[in-house]
């Protein structure tokens, strides 16, 4: 999913996370981009991009309130914990975090 990353009414991150998500069936992996967390946004994103990006908090409401997604692989998260590890697995020279969430829509 990489996507205007606003909610907005009527929006693409509304239809996506709340009406095509839910749809789909049981083992689908899916990776959503430029999502920080159990991190907020980068400071750059915030003050210098001025993004407005909410998007991260629609996907950390559903993640807490208990559907049915299993998180596989939260970049950012392992990047923060041990940046070597990540390094070792998906070799790479940025010094920026990487915001790939991958998930398993389960039923």
């Known amino acids: ?5 606003i909610i907005r009414t009527g929006g693409d991150v509304v239809f996506l996370y709340l009406e095509l998500l839910p749809s789909l069936p049981s083992g689908i992996l899916v990776h959503a ?3 920080f967390l159990p991190f907020e946004y980068p400071e750059r994103f915030i003050l210098e991009d001025r993004c407005g990006w909410n998007e991260q908090y629609l996907v950390a409401a559903l993640l807490y309130g208990g559907t049915a997604l299993e998180v596989l692989w939260p970049s950012c998260f392992m990047w923060t914990r041990d940046r070597e590890f990540v390094k070792s697995v998906i070799p790479s020279e940025r010094e920026f975090p990487p915001s790939s969430l991958w998930f398993r829509v389960g039923k």
């Open 1 to 5: 999913i990489d996507s205007s990353h």
């Open 33 to 35: 981009h430029d999502i």
